[in-house]
């Protein structure tokens, strides 16, 4: 399906595909409240869960449905992303690598890379209602509202109402010339 695989660099980020080195840093991480509060990571997951979950996707056909956002520079962990087989993206940073536009560099980073790697339709989020720094995020990588897929779900014990973003995919060049 792709010709192109991960590591993907854009601006000040690097996406890499997960390794065993990771999973106590990415255990570590969920612990802070504000992925707690607007992921459905769980509240005690361990080291040794997130190496089973990525010697999983490193031996499944699409390794790079998740990835490591990393600094350029000097290869810092910054965040997680991940996109599932419905299109469906999701992310979170570790809490000392937000305020530099990670996140929005890596959704962007990200999308324009299955657009250009898949013949993907459309890629899509959901975003807790109170999640308003994640909403900036999409606005900012070039996501729409999607209110078709507006939901109410339970969330690990509590109702969440969720807003829909999407991003459909570009017009191929030969297309996108109007005569
Ligand atoms: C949602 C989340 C990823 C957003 O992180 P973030 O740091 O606000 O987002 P970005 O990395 O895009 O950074 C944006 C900030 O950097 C600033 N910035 C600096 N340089 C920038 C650049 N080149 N491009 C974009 N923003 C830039 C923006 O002005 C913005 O600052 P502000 O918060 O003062 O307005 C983060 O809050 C998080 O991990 N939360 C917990 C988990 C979560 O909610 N995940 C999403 C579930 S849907």
Redesign the pocket.
């Known amino acids: 399906m792709t010709t192109q695989r991960p590591p993907l660099t854009a601006?000040s980020v690097t996406l890499r595909e997960w390794s065993e080195d990771d999973a106590q840093w990415y255990a570590e991480s969920t612990r802070?409240p504000?992925?707690q509060r607007?992921?459905t990571e769980s509240a005690d997951l361990t080291a040794e869960e997130v190496r089973a979950a990525i010697l999983a996707l490193r031996a499944s056909d699409r390794p790079y449905a998740g990835l490591v956002i990393t600094d350029v520079t000097i290869g810092e962990r910054l965040?997680n992303i991940a996109v599932d087989d419905d299109g469906e993206v999701?992310?979170?940073?570790a809490a000392p690598?937000?305020?530099?536009?990670?996140?929005?560099?890596a959704l962007r980073c990200l999308s324009d890379w299955i657009f250009a790697t898949t013949d993907a339709p459309e890629l899509w989020?959901?975003?807790?209602s109170e999640?308003t720094?994640?909403q900036?995020?999409a606005l900012?990588a070039g996501y729409e509202r999607d209110a078709a897929r507006d939901d109410e779900t339970v969330v690990k014990g509590e109702s969440w109402s969720r807003i829909a973003y999407k991003r459909s995919r570009p017009p191929a060049a030969a297309e996108a010339i109007t005569p």
Not at 97 to 105: D, E, I, L, S
Not at 125 to 128: E, Q
């Open positions: 601006a802070d504000a992925i607007f992921t965040g999701s992310y979170w940073l690598a937000r305020g530099r536009g990670a996140a929005t560099m989020l959901r975003v807790h999640n720094a994640s900036a995020v900012r």
